[in-house]
């Protein structure tokens, strides 16, 4: 039996987003000498410590965006990025292309993350695996409507993460990684709107049948006449 359907005005909580910018932001880390190895604490085919040298098994270095345990991450993760505001906001007023003065306020974040790097050999195995290395951005300023009661969101829409192995005569001399991404800077505050809205019902059911059974492709020049 169908719904008669029924419009009514309904108050329902909801986030509202008061603005929203994107950014594309580079983060590089440099890994030098044994502090740097150290620092990476690679293990390499079981084999931990000093004689975890990737030099030694590999000679490509990849890398990827994980969590704070090294479990890979897709960057569309809600938990892929973390961005802390810091300082206070500061009102700014903004002219429109229209000549209108507004006011907006600056708000300034870190963005942090980590990513893991693997050591590959020439056969594109992965060889070495390095601990979770944490990225932040450097202090990034915006200029949003971020009025008392708001609060920073962030996700990505785009990562990538490059990483640069050298060796000189399998020593270890330094790894270069690079992190771009595209960051999406959202300023939310749960809200109370009112609706005209009308109940939503539930949709037909879709029947599925079984296909019908027939015999597979026959050779009847070969068998069983031969």
Same mark, same amino acid.
């Given at each position: 039996?169908?719904?008669?359907?029924?419009?009514?005005?309904?108050?329902?909580?909801?986030?509202?987003?008061?603005?929203?910018?994107?950014?594309?932001?580079?983060?590089?880390?440099?890994?030098?000498?044994?502090?740097?190895?150290?620092?990476?604490?690679?293990?390499?085919?079981?084999?931990?410590?000093?004689?975890?040298?990737?030099?030694?098994? *590999?000679? /490509?270095?990849? !890398?990827? =965006? +994980?969590?704070?345990?090294? #479990?890979?991450?897709?960057?569309? $993760?809600?938990?892929?990025?973390?961005?802390?505001?810091?300082?206070?906001?500061?009102?700014?007023?903004?002219?429109?292309?229209?000549?209108?003065?507004?006011?907006?306020?600056?708000?300034?974040?870190?963005?942090?993350?980590?990513?893991?790097?693997?050591?590959?050999?020439?056969?594109?195995?992965?060889?070495?695996?390095?601990?979770?290395?944490?990225?932040?951005?450097?202090?990034?300023?915006?200029?949003?409507?971020?009025?008392? *009661?708001? /609060?920073?969101? !962030?996700? =990505? +829409?785009?990562?990538?993460? #490059?990483?640069?192995?050298?060796? $000189?005569?399998?020593?270890?001399?330094?790894?270069?990684?690079?992190?771009?991404?595209?960051?999406?800077?959202?300023?939310?505050?749960?809200?109370?709107?009112?609706?005209?809205?009308?109940?939503?019902?539930?949709?037909?059911?879709?029947?599925?049948?079984?296909?019908?059974?027939?015999?597979?492709?026959?050779?009847?020049?070969?068998?069983?006449?031969?």
């Amino acid at each position: 039996m169908k719904i008669r359907p029924i419009q009514e005005d309904l108050c329902i909580s909801v986030k509202k987003v008061y603005d929203w910018v994107t950014r594309q932001i580079e983060v590089s880390r440099n890994y030098v000498g044994n502090d740097g190895l150290n620092q990476l604490n690679f293990e390499c085919n079981d084999v931990t410590g000093s004689a975890a040298n990737p030099c030694f098994f *590999g000679n /490509r270095a990849t !890398c990827f =965006l +994980s969590d704070s345990n090294g #479990n890979r991450l897709d960057f569309t $993760d809600p938990k892929a990025i973390i961005c802390e505001e810091i300082g206070e906001r500061q009102d700014v007023p903004v002219s429109l292309p229209s000549g209108q003065t507004i006011m907006l306020q600056r708000v300034r974040i870190i963005a942090r993350g980590f990513f893991v790097v693997e050591i590959r050999d020439n056969l594109n195995r992965v060889v070495c695996v390095s601990d979770p290395q944490q990225f932040t951005s450097r202090p990034q300023q915006f200029i949003l409507c971020a009025p008392e *009661g708001t /609060r920073v969101v !962030c996700h =990505l +829409s785009t990562f990538s993460c #490059n990483a640069i192995l050298r060796c $000189d005569n399998s020593s270890f001399e330094s790894l270069f990684v690079t992190i771009d991404f595209c960051l999406n800077v959202q300023m939310e505050a749960p809200v109370k709107i009112r609706i005209r809205a009308e109940f939503c019902e539930p949709r037909e059911e879709i029947a599925v049948t079984c296909p019908a059974v027939s015999p597979p492709p026959q050779c009847p020049t070969v068998f069983p006449n031969s």
